[in-house]
T-cell receptor, first 113, second 116 residues
Framework: GESVGLHLPTLSVQEGDNSIINCAYS??????FIWYKQESGKGPQFIID?????DKRQGQRVTVLLNKTVKHLSLQIAATQPGDSAVYFC????????????FGQGTRLTINP | GAVVSQHPSRVICKSGTSVKIECRSL??????MFWYRQFPKKSLMLMAT?????????EQGVEKDKFLINHASLTLSTLTVTSAHPEDSSFYIC????????????FGQGTRLTVV
């Protein structure tokens, strides 16, 4: 079946630098794409979402970009902090039907001091 | 934001026994809750959709008799792992959304199940 996947399993950046986490998706019918942050031993935490008819959305220190032409999603984190170290998942949701949330593989982000 | 509480956070049980995991929406009503399973260093895999007052909808490959789901009220869904085996050891996570169409899902803190 269709699923959401990620390009890189791990990413290390220096504290203060910007980080970009990428995701490739295959279900062109998805209505929303969401980024989650998961710290060790905890449940995922919502970061930001973007509707399929948008190409960019900004939050506090985070920006999500959506390129439907190549089915690519990215999360940019500005001025990374030690607390940003976590696993980041992209997920997609189809509003019709059961509205299930399907998760991608995940990228572990490590912030180096 | 809305709070979803999951209990217990950790449980160790013997093979052959059953374990119940509770998922509660503390400050909102959730007609639909979702149960996920997560293996180490892996993504969340949707197991089933829990619907208040009706039978749960299971994903392909998930044994409904093995993973019993009950959604008896608008604030509580339970997952019971029956006749647990070591391969059932995993991290189980529930989530709920405020309303249908709302994309922001709130997750419980997860339950680490270890079957010995």
């Amino acid at each position: 079946g269709e699923s959401v996947g990620l390009h890189l399993p791990t990413l290390s950046v220096q504290e203060g630098d910007n980080s970009i986490i990428n995701c490739a998706y295959s279900n062109s019918a998805s209505d929303y794409f969401i980024w989650y942050k998961q710290e060790s031993g905890k449940g995922p935490q919502f970061i930001i979402d973007i509707r399929s008819n948008m190409d960019k959305r900004q939050g506090q220190r985070v920006t999500v970009l959506l390129n439907k032409t190549v089915k690519h999603l990215s999360l940019q984190i500005a001025a990374t902090q030690p607390g940003d170290s976590a696993v980041y998942f992209c997920a997609e949701i189809l509003i019709q039907g059961a509205q299930k949330l399907v998760f991608g593989q995940g990228t572990r982000l490590t912030i180096n001091p | 934001g809305a709070v979803v509480s999951q209990h217990p956070s950790r449980v160790i049980c013997k093979s052959g026994t059953s374990v119940k995991i509770e998922c509660r929406s503390l400050d909102f009503q959730a007609t639909t809750m979702f149960w996920y399973r997560q293996f180490p260093k892996k993504s969340l895999m949707l197991m089933a959709t829990s619907n208040e007052g009706s039978k749960a909808t299971y994903e392909q490959g998930v044994e409904k008799d093995k993973f019993l789901i009950n959604h008896a009220s608008l604030t509580l869904s339970t997952l019971t792992v029956t006749s647990a085996h070591p391969e059932d050891s995993s991290f189980y996570i529930c989530s709920a959304r405020l309303t249908r169409g709302n994309t922001e899902a709130f997750f419980g803190q997860g339950t680490r199940l270890t079957v010995v």
